[in-house]
């Protein structure tokens, strides 16, 4: 049998995405020993209990030694403290790479922390999160056929982009290839903004005197449209921060358009406010089936 891809992984954020990517190598015969760091101790326990990882450590010399890979899978806001943290006990073979939700900000952090050996961190990010949070919500298939972005620096080598390339496809993931900005550009049009409008919304009802009524009254477009509004609420403020100016560009982009509906609306104009719904009805189901 030959030996799996990678010997040693440490997975720094030990939940739903740290615990999903260490559940899928290990289902996928692809990883040897997995050591989980994170800053609670009740989810490392829970990563043990549950199969997760192997072993966890709070001291990085011994988390760190002889790793192969390392993702970093905690909120963006932590990536600059965790990554001068681990730098001085990290061997100079090892790779690392992340699954923050941004990238400019993380790349930014990684340059100022690793220096000349930027290189060898691979920056990422798995779209593949979900509501739930915590080593409980780990699976094994979450990154089944889900995308995945990769966006290389220059400074990295092929070995190491080829590790990390290799480490997603055998979870079973698609890869895309592009740079930190367009990645950031790209997600704040249809993640951060659609996350942003679900909390929103949830909040400004949630805080009506009927609101208990508002709510048992609400049924499934309610349901799929706030799903996100359950998210990690740190995450996603250090998340709405890091693309500030992107996600701005988004939210006046869309403000734009809500106020041509309510126009539409307030004018009584049916036949141009049905046509304008038709196309984003033709659209979503475009994009529907390319999904398949």
Known sequence: MSAPLIGRLVVVGVGLIGGSFA??????GQVGEIVG?????????????????????????????????VLLAMPVGQMEAVMSAMLPHLPAHTVVTDAGSTKGDVVAAARSCFGERVGQF?????????E????????????????????????????????VRQAWLACGALLTVTTPEH?????????HLPHLLSFALVSELAARPNAEEIF????????????IAASHPEMWRDIFFANREALLTELSAYETELARYRALIESGDAARLEALIGTA????????QRQG
């Open 23 to 28: 559940a899928a190598l290990r289902r996928a």
């Open 37 to 69: 760091v994170g800053r609670s101790a009740d989810s490392k326990r829970e990563a043990l209990e549950l199969g997760l990882i192997d072993r966890a450590e709070s001291d990085w010399a011994a988390a760190l030694a002889g790793a192969d890979l």
């Open 122 to 130: 691979v920056p990422g990010h798995p779209i593949a999160g979900a």
């Open 132 to 163: 739930k949070s915590g080593p409980q919500a780990a699976r094994a298939d979450l990154y089944e056929r889900r995308r995945v972005v990769l966006t290389p620096l220059a400074e990295n080598g092929g070995a190491a982009i080829e590790l």
């Open 183 to 191: 990645h950031d550009r790209w997600l704040a049009s249809v993640s």
């Open 216 to 227: 048992n009254l609400a049924g499934g477009g309610f349901r799929d449209f706030t799903r």
């Open 281 to 288: 009805r033709e659209a979503r189901t475009a994009w529907a």
